[in-house]
């Protein structure tokens, strides 16, 4: 095996790792907020332990292809890049860290505008539906929603998008078109959106026309914010900015 595809491979082991350490810290949430499908003669632990698996290695495949790939279309990935090659000084950008976490916390508050005073008079019990757990539960979304999630939607998903409308259009990597970077923030986004909707449906036992515009929109302004930072300043402020986001979102309202 190649150097260049060893480091991707590191990488993708990693997120592999991370991606079942959030799931299960993401459980005790999950199983308050959202219920579970069952299966009949199929313990629920199973169902679970399946479910973990299969998000691991679908993080494991979209982060391996997706690190290979952002390295070829010039999208960053300041901290890992250096933590997987092995070298020293790759340290943050304290004023980007700073503008992520901003930004992440303005898209909280612009989806809790909407979320409260645009879908809830649509939506009954929009605004109590996590009012049924600990407030602290909130803080077990983070390291799922600002971690696997930006691995597979914008690493993933936005990072294939860029590589294939580069090689369609046959531009060169090293001077890809503006608006190639933002069909694949736009297009990871609304992918980010649509993987909500099951979870929606478990939610609401439902999915109407209302829910599927809420979880599209809502979710996708996060994308298109988070896509932005990775494109501009790196894959880690976009999780800066997503973790800080899920904190307003479900810890603070």
């Known amino acids: 095996m190649s150097n260049t595809w060893r480091k991707h491979l590191k990488l993708a082991s990693w997120a592999a790792v991370i991606a079942i350490l959030a799931s299960l810290i993401l459980l005790p949430y999950q199983l308050k907020i959202v219920t579970m499908p069952t299966v009949p003669g199929i313990p629920m632990a199973v169902l679970l332990a399946l479910s973990i698996f299969q998000t691991s290695v679908m993080v494991f495949v979209l982060s391996l292809l997706g690190s290979r790939l952002a390295e070829a279309v010039q999208l960053p990935l300041p901290i890992l890049r250096g933590y997987v090659e092995g070298r020293k000084g790759a340290v943050w950008d304290k004023q980007s860290f700073y ?20 879908f809830s008079p649509s939506i009954p019990g929009l605004v109590n539906l996590e009012q049924q757990v600990p407030r602290w539960y ?13 691995l597979m939607l ?4 936005m990072s294939m998008t860029v590589w294939l409308l580069a090689k369609i259009t046959r531009s060169r990597f090293s001077a890809i078109p503006t608006w190639v970077y933002v069909c694949g923030i736009v297009l990871a986004a609304i992918v980010f959106g649509l993987l909500h909707l099951p979870a929606t449906i478990q939610i609401f036992g439902e999915l109407t026309p209302v829910l599927i515009l809420r979880g599209i929109l809502l979710n996708g302004i996060g994308g298109v914010v988070y896509g932005t930072l990775f494109w501009k300043r790196g894959l880690e402020y976009a999780m800066v900015a997503h973790m800080a986001g899920d904190v307003v979102l479900h810890v603070v309202f």
């Open 154 to 157: 914008r690493l993933g998903v």
């Open 138 to 150: 909130g803080l077990l979304t983070v390291p799922y929603g600002g971690i696997v999630e930006e």
């Open 99 to 118: 503008w992520s976490l901003g930004m992440g916390i303005l898209v909280a508050l612009l989806i809790t505008v909407l979320d409260r005073y645009v």
